[in-house]
């Protein structure tokens, strides 16, 4: 073989991979089938209760709203970064920056708690009209989610910690990666819908 058929060999094509595994994107496609009937039915009363979802939205904390969304937008960049320090073997920067994700990612219950302390002070509850019943059952949905995201990063923070995650196998980090992901963008599709656009 010679110099010229060498150049002429077409370049090998890069391997793709979905990240994480099959199970977690299993587990994300059923959360977005699930909170794309919440919001089917959150358009459906809206559409037929537009005055009280309008006048709902006014008395929302919008500073509680936003504050969530910074937070789930911090804590998902600090994962991606741990992501990109595992892969390039750097496991020290892999923990820290996974510690950072799971404490900003923890002031999402204080806030979330917080709110509903705050709405409750203010007489809203459940029973306060169709906006606040969508409102609370698709942000406690959401609630449980994230919940379930901050026990899968101590389980991965867990396992990194003791080695668990490599840069040739960190399928696990990346996992978790994609479910927070998408955890966050479900938020702010949520975010808007109530605080914003309502």
Same mark, same amino acid.
């Given at each position: 073989?010679?110099?010229?058929?060498?150049?002429?060999? #077409?370049? /090998?094509?890069?391997?793709?991979?979905?990240?994480?595994?099959?199970? &977690?994107?299993?587990? $994300?496609?059923?959360?977005?089938?699930?909170?794309?009937?919440?919001?089917?039915? *959150?358009? &459906? /009363?809206?559409?037929?209760? #537009?005055?009280?979802?309008?006048?709902?939205?006014?008395?929302?904390?919008? +500073? /509680?709203?936003? @504050? &969530?969304? %910074? %937070?789930? $937008?911090? @804590?998902?960049?600090? =994962?991606?970064? @741990?992501?990109?320090?595992?892969?390039?073997?750097?496991?020290?920067? !892999?923990?820290?920056?996974?510690?950072?994700?799971?404490?900003?990612?923890?002031?999402? #219950? =204080?806030?979330?708690? +917080?709110?509903?302390?705050?709405?409750?002070?203010?007489? $809203?509850?459940?029973?306060?009209?169709?906006?606040?019943?969508?409102? *609370?059952?698709?942000?406690?949905?959401?609630?449980?989610?994230?919940?379930?995201?901050?026990?899968? $990063?101590?389980?991965?923070?867990?396992?990194? +910690?003791?080695?668990?995650?490599?840069?040739?196998?960190? /399928?696990?980090?990346?996992? +978790?990666?994609? *479910?927070?992901?998408?955890?966050? &963008?479900?938020?702010?599709?949520?975010?808007?819908?109530?605080?914003? %656009? !309502?």
């Amino acid at each position: 073989m010679n110099a010229a058929t060498l150049e002429l060999a #077409p370049p /090998a094509a890069p391997v793709r991979h979905i990240p994480g595994n099959k199970g &977690i994107w299993v587990g $994300i496609t059923c959360e977005f089938v699930e909170f794309a009937v919440l919001f089917a039915v *959150y358009f &459906i /009363a809206r559409a037929h209760f #537009p005055d009280a979802f309008h006048e709902g939205a006014q008395r929302l904390n919008i +500073l /509680a709203g936003t @504050s &969530i969304t %910074l %937070l789930m $937008i911090t @804590s998902s960049y600090c =994962i991606a970064c @741990s992501v990109n320090a595992i892969r390039q073997n750097k496991h020290r920067s !892999a923990v820290i920056w996974l510690v950072a994700g799971l404490l900003i990612a923890l002031g999402y #219950p =204080i806030v979330k708690i +917080l709110e509903i302390n705050w709405n409750l002070a203010h007489g $809203i509850n459940g029973e306060s009209g169709i906006f606040f019943t969508v409102y *609370y059952y698709l942000t406690f949905n959401h609630l449980v989610h994230a919940t379930w995201g901050i026990l899968g $990063i101590l389980w991965v923070l867990a396992r990194l +910690l003791f080695h668990g995650y490599t840069a040739d196998d960190y /399928a696990g980090l990346e996992a +978790l990666a994609s *479910y927070w992901h998408a955890t966050d &963008i479900i938020w702010l599709v949520i975010f808007p819908f109530f605080y914003v %656009l !309502a």
